[in-house]
């Protein structure tokens, strides 16, 4: 015999909706706090990550000692009792003044004037920027249109169509949306010029550190919650 639900008739249509539930935060012991050095993602930020994936969001995936502490922390030791972090508070410490400061990589692109036309600078500061590189080429489908993509080591990411002679705009979609990179427009009303692949370049991490530096992340995390302090 088939049941139905209380005031349900054969026949009926019933459409189950499924609803978020609401997160619960990692206990205050469960939180390890992580300062480290890295290549990518927000300087003197406590940042909590309630995973290693969500960590490489926010961080990228750069083979760092840092990315390798924090994946450290989540898994922890692997037996009864140390199974690894509910959570990591990350916290990317660098240099960010003086000879040896983070600088994010950048790069110039050429109109077919030739002049400078379109300046891009990578999100974060950081060597993972040179990992970037812009590809343009003509949009097959409208001449009138060209194609922007960002790419990490060669892997498209992001890709903009726009009007040729149109960087102002171009520049206004990037800043809309990107992970990567912020434009400025130098020339608009000409067409960049082609181009097979353009890196970004001279993204620095901003390191060895100083005392400075581990003063500075004292005094951010001071307020934050955590049970263990575990920099790298």
């Known amino acids: 015999m088939t049941e139905f639900p209380l005031g349900a008739r054969p026949g009926t249509k019933i459409e189950f909706i499924a609803e ?10 469960e939180i390890v706090a992580v300062p480290f050095e890295h290549d990518w993602g927000p300087i003197d930020t406590p940042i909590l990550c309630g995973s290693f994936p969500e960590f490489v969001q926010n961080f990228g995936d750069g083979a760092t000692p840092g990315r390798d502490a924090v994946a ?5 030791q692997q037996f009864l009792g140390a199974a690894g972090a509910g959570a990591v508070l990350a916290y990317r410490m660098a240099v960010t003044s003086g000879g040896t400061q983070a600088v994010a990589a950048t790069v110039a692109l050429q109109n077919t004037t030739p002049a400078t ?3 891009l600078t990578a999100e ?5 920027g040179n990992r970037l590189s812009v590809v343009v080429r003509d949009n097959p489908a409208n001449v009138a249109q060209d194609i922007f993509e960002i790419r990490v080591d060669g892997l ?3 890709r903009y169509i726009y009007a040729n002679t149109d960087i102002n705009g171009l520049r206004d979609q990037i800043n809309a949306v990107s992970r990567y990179v912020t434009a400025v427009a130098n020339v608009n009303g000409v067409a960049l010029a082609v181009t097979a692949g353009t890196a970004l370049a001279n993204g620095v991490n901003g390191v060895p550190l100083t005392a400075t530096e581990w003063n500075r992340m004292l005094g ?13």
Request: aromatic share 12%; net charge positive; glycine share 8%.
């Open 20 to 29: 978020r539930q609401p997160g619960v935060l990692p206990s205050f012991a």
């Open 72 to 76: 450290m922390a989540f898994n922890g």
């Open 117 to 119: 036309a379109l300046t």
């Open 124 to 128: 974060h500061k950081g060597a993972y």
């Open 156 to 158: 498209v990411r992001e």
């Open 220 to 232: 951010n995390i001071e307020n934050q919650r955590f049970a263990i302090l575990a920099p790298y």
